[in-house]
Every structure is written in structure tokens, then in C-alpha cells.
Nanobody, 120 residues
């Protein structure tokens, strides 16, 4: 089992910045990709950014140029630097990890989420 714990959410004014962190712990063999997703009430969870072991990244169009995902493989951690925040970025942000076990089996794990509110 792998546990993911997010932190760093909170209330910020429009134009401000926040840095989210997600740390994985437990029986970790190998983590492939790590992603950030977000969800608002009544809407589907959407992918915000993803990063693989090699450091290749992808972003949702809505956050390109404002958000930066990074990863510390040694710490099994992923980060999301969010700049120029807008009210529409308000959501609960979730960390997701794709874990590969010693037998080569893939498992997806989710954190419990950290809320981000962008408001004046």
C-alpha cells in the first residue's frame, strides 16, 4: 500500500501564489507518473499537470505558463507551484501516483486532497 499526503493549500488573493506538496509513503517499489488533479463541486475531476520519472511534464491548457510541476524522486514527492492564481483555480487539489510493484503490476493511488481558494 502507498499513501499520498497533500499539503500547502489555503486561501490566496487573485494574482497570488501557492505551492502544493505531495509526499508518498508506504511500500514503495517504483513510482511512474505523479499527477495533480482538481475538482470543484458538481464537476468532474480534471487533470492539472503530470510528470514522469524522467521529468517530462504536461499541463492543462488552463494552467500553462502559470503552474509548474516538479518532482523529487529520492523523496517520492511531487510539487505544484501555482502562480498568477485566478478565482477559477479554486478547487480541491488531489495528488495521484501510478505505482509499479516488484511484479510489474500498476496501481493507482490518490491523496485525500487539499483545498485551494482564490478570492479577494
Amino acid at each position: 500500500q502507498v499513501q499520498l499526503v497533500e499539503s500547502g493549500g489555503g486561501l490566496v488573493q487573485p494574482g497570488g501564489s501557492l505551492r502544493l506538496s505531495c509526499a508518498a509513503s508506504g511500500s514503495i517499489f517504483s513510482i511512474a507518473s505523479m499527477d495533480w488533479h482538481r475538482q470543484t463541486p458538481g464537476k468532474q475531476r480534471e487533470l492539472v499537470a503530470t510528470i514522469n520519472t524522467g521529468g517530462s511534464t504536461n499541463y492543462a491548457d488552463s494552467v500553462k505558463g502559470r503552474f509548474t510541476i516538479s518532482r523529487d524522486n529520492a523523496k517520492n514527492a511531487v510539487y505544484l507551484q501555482m502562480n498568477s492564481l485566478k478565482p477559477e483555480d479554486t478547487a480541491v487539489y488531489y495528488c495521484k501516483a501510478v505505482h509499479i510493484d516488484i511484479l510489474g503490476r500498476y496501481m493507482i493511488y490518490w491523496g485525500k486532497g487539499t483545498p485551494v481558494t482564490v478570492s479577494s
